[in-house]
């Protein structure tokens, strides 16, 4: 499975980004998709998660601000981010999980710097 991300850059506080993820390769199976972010000397962690039937899953300090969507016939997920922080400023990677073996996977990272 190969993951793709685009749709990171800056942007200045309260302004909005939107992140963009499709999956290629063995994707029959996923059982969720979403974002994780690493903060600079931070360790990584999630924002936000979708299943294939639509259940989210939000990190508390984007709930209200961020909204993730999925399109399965694609394979594709979005993460819409509004009113953006300096403290959002990460690299923020796609990951999708798989039934049965419950392998995980990662994109490469798009980096997403919000200024104050």
């Known amino acids: 499975v190969q993951l793709v991300e685009s749709g990171g850059g800056l942007v200045q506080a309260g302004g909005s980004l939107r992140l963009s993820c499709t999956a290629s390769g063995k994707t029959s199976s996923i059982r969720y998709m979403g974002w994780y972010r690493r903060a600079p000397g931070k360790q990584r962690d999630l924002v936000a998660t979708i299943t294939t039937v639509g259940t989210t899953n939000y990190a508390e300090s984007v709930k209200g601000r961020f909204t993730i969507s999925g399109e399965t016939a694609n394979n594709t997920v979005w993460l819409q981010m509004n009113s953006l922080k300096p403290e959002d400023t990460a690299i923020y990677y796609c990951?999708?999980?798989?039934w049965g073996d419950g392998m995980e996977f990662w994109g490469k990272g798009t980096l997403v710097a919000v200024s104050k």
């Open positions: 990951w999708l999980n798989r």
